[in-house]
């Protein structure tokens, strides 16, 4: 065998056990990887561009699920809630926020205004969705199984709903119970645990 074959073949031997290796790692990661609970799997647009997002990538995570809306009495919670996110993001919470029009016409704004309004009055970072929905026959699916879930469905804009990192709903919180009340902040952190 000359030189230049044998080092050929070191070569392809060395990529086929790297390959093999990457495999194995990335079998191993997936095996890590919370499974999608059926809470989750589904798929909504976001607000800022429309692209579509898979509510599977928050598997694992605690989530508080809020209908949101611009112009009610209840909007300076965006600042709560965003603090909340901001607190517990690194211990696994994540706030998801879904505008909807559904009560008092609150919510008339294109989804470039939403979220303009929540950015540039609130800071808001967390996510955020197209506006949708989210009560009786049109509401969006994440919310009618909510309803279902937790036996309640929104009664105003930001109703709140805790979902464990299981995918399973914890409880729901009325419009009325902001971001710091003590319970909905002791319930959040049972749920994201030590």
């Not at 579509?52 to 209840?74: D, E, I, W």
């Not at 690194?90 to 919510?107: A, H, I, K, T, Y």
């Not at 540039?120 to 509401?139: E, H, I, L, Q």
Request: charge should be positive; include cysteine; hydrophobic fraction near 35%.
């Amino acid at each position: 065998m000359t030189r230049k074959s044998s080092l050929a073949t070191r070569l392809t031997g060395w990529a086929l056990a790297l390959a093999g290796l990457l495999s194995c790692a990335g079998a191993l990661a997936a095996a890590d990887a919370p499974a999608c609970p059926p809470l989750l799997n589904k798929t909504f647009p976001r607000l800022q561009d429309e692209k579509p997002q898979s509510l599977c990538q928050y598997s694992g995570k605690v989530l508080l699920v809020v209908n949101t809306a611009s112009y009610c009495g209840f909007t300076g919670q965006y600042k709560g809630l965003e603090a909340l996110h901001a607190k517990y993001k690194d211990r696994g919470l994540v706030v998801l926020g879904f505008p909807s029009n559904d009560f008092g016409n609150q919510e008339p704004g294109s989804g470039k205004e939403i979220a303009d309004f929540c950015t540039n009055t609130y800071g808001v970072k967390f996510p955020m969705f197209a506006k949708s929905s989210v009560r009786g026959d049109n509401a969006n699916p994440l919310f009618a199984e909510l309803s279902k879930a937790s036996g309640t469905s929104p009664k105003w804009n930001f109703y709140k709903y805790l979902v464990g990192r299981d995918g399973r709903v914890i409880d729901s919180y009325s419009s009325m119970t902001g971001p710091d009340d003590r319970d909905l902040v002791r319930d959040i952190e049972k749920a994201l645990g030590p």
